[in-house]
Nanobody, 125 residues
């Protein structure tokens, strides 16, 4: 099995930047399509970004497009979410996730099979 651990969250002022890291451990000889999601207080978990196995294909939600980038280092079994120009509405717990049974890019929560524990991002105005 694969385990995911997120890090890099914290508190930042609006306009600032953070880089989240998702480290995979366990059965990492196989690579997976990875995604980032977030959940704000009182709201449902929502898609943020996804990256293909090779890293060549990425996709973002409209709310973060142009401000966030996603990348991966397969040699390190790590996925990154670079978040720039942060806004108060980006405040949420951020989760990384992977797809066990398909390598296609996907946007729905149900398409992802393994999740990390989340890391808090707080953006103040």
């Amino acid at each position: 099995q694969v385990q995911l651990v997120e890090s890099g969250g914290g508190a930042v002022q609006a306009g600032g930047s953070l880089r989240l890291t998702c480290d995979a451990s366990g059965r990492t000889s196989r690579k997976y399509t990875m995604g980032w999601f977030r959940q704000a207080p009182g709201k449902e978990r929502e898609f943020v970004a996804t990256v293909s196995v090779s890293g060549a294909s990425t996709s973002f939600s409209d709310s973060v497009k142009g401000r966030f980038t996603i990348s991966r280092d397969n040699a390190k079994n790590t996925v990154y979410l670079q978040m720039n120009s942060l806004k108060p509405e980006d405040t949420a717990v951020y989760y990384c996730a992977l797809r066990l049974y398909s390598s296609s890019i996907a946007y729905g929560i149900s398409a992802y099979d393994i999740w990390g524990q989340g890391t808090q991002v707080t953006v103040s105005s």
